[in-house]
């Protein structure tokens, strides 16, 4: 497995297991039951069973889908299969091993730990993950380095980076606490130090816990209040004034002063081929889904 098992599971997640077998809807003359639905299915309120009720109904309709094509008789899927399962079984010899595979091959298939069910819907995911990673390979044999230029100019923002300040911040309600906080930055030898406790001393922000940690903004997005303060200042320097906000009044810390990136196709395009591939398969995993399930027979219990 690959890459694109990441995005399977994204897709078509298995979840942990309920005791009780209770039907929830049947998909084709098939029953979908809570023994592959959250164990805590039936505390949830109905929106959200609703919500988790239809990835069921489409991991089922994809797991008969990818069991119906040639993937699931190729070797490499029935080897990674018995290794996925072997894992947890209690299987001691190669005379066993075969039987073992034999069996969890069959729609019926049962194993300790696993109901029919639950071990049909593992080799069903597994199965559309392998199909995925077939449908990957398929478009990127047929990719063009136009179509990825094109794609990396249509997302360029992905792979540029504006210029950034990562800031600390204290916040406090009047100007005469700012001002003594401030003189005892000017008088401290480690101002990263003395910024950091006196946030979790003096802030009223909920990130005074975290050293008064404000994060990474553009300079672009700074409003009218920060930017003029803020904008020019470097690495380990702090606004000289408090600063008037809706919140208080406020004194930054430059943790980081990010300079702006402009990429180059050329030392990014192992990244944009990467992501134009799993947005490209997961639009294929998308419209494949619909489609079956748009033909399909579902009943809700």
């Given at each position: 497995m690959n890459k694109f098992t990441k995005l399977a599971l994204l897709l078509l997640s298995s979840s942990v297991i309920s005791m009780a077998s209770e039907v929830l809807a049947v998909v084709n003359g098939e029953k979908i039951t809570t023994e592959v639905?959250?164990?805590?299915?039936?505390?949830?309120?109905?929106?959200?069973?609703?919500?988790?009720?239809?990835?069921?109904?489409?991991?089922?309709?994809?797991?008969?889908?990818?069991?119906?094509?040639?993937?699931?008789?190729?070797?490499?899927?029935?080897?990674?299969?018995?290794?996925?399962?072997?894992?947890?079984?209690?299987?001691?010899?190669?005379k066993e091993e075969k039987s073992f595979l034999s069996n969890i091959l069959k729609k019926d298939a049962s194993i300790k730990g696993y109901t029919q069910e639950q071990l049909y819907s593992k080799k069903?995911?597994?199965?559309?993950?392998?199909?995925?990673?077939?449908?990957?390979?398929?478009?990127?044999?047929?990719?063009t380095q136009d179509e990825l230029k094109k794609y990396y100019q249509e997302n360029i923002y992905k792979y540029n980076t504006p210029d950034m300040k990562e800031l600390l911040t204290i916040v406090v309600e009047d100007k005469k606490q700012a001002d003594k906080i401030l003189k005892e930055l000017k008088n401290s030898k480690d101002t990263l130090k003395t910024f950091s406790d006196l946030?979790?001393?003096?802030?009223?922000?909920?990130?005074?816990?975290?050293?008064?940690y404000f994060g990474k903004i553009p300079t672009y997005e700074l409003?009218?209040?920060?930017?003029?303060?803020?904008?020019?200042?470097?690495?380990?320097?702090?606004?000289?004034?408090?600063?008037?906000?809706?919140?208080?009044?406020?004194i930054f810390y430059i943790l980081n002063d990010i300079p702006k990136f402009e990429s180059k196709f050329e030392l990014v395009s192992s990244k944009v081929e990467n992501e134009y591939l799993q947005e490209k398969v997961h639009q294929w995993a998308m419209d494949t889904i619909t489609k079956l399930k748009e033909k399909a027979k579902i009943q809700y219990q």
């Open positions: 639905a959250p164990k805590s299915f039936n505390t949830l309120d109905k929106e959200l069973q609703k919500k988790i009720l239809n990835r069921l109904i489409e991991k089922r309709i994809a797991s008969n889908y990818a069991l119906s094509t040639p993937i699931a008789n190729s070797k490499e899927f029935k080897d990674t299969l018995k290794h996925v399962l072997l894992m947890d079984s209690d299987v001691k010899n190669e069903g995911l597994l199965a559309f993950d392998f199909l995925l990673n077939q449908e990957a390979e398929k478009i990127k044999s047929n990719l946030a979790k001393k003096y802030s009223l922000a909920p990130s005074a816990s975290d050293n008064g409003n009218d209040e920060l930017r003029p303060a803020l904008k020019d200042l470097k690495r380990g320097q702090y606004t000289q004034e408090p600063i008037k906000t809706e919140f208080g009044y406020q």
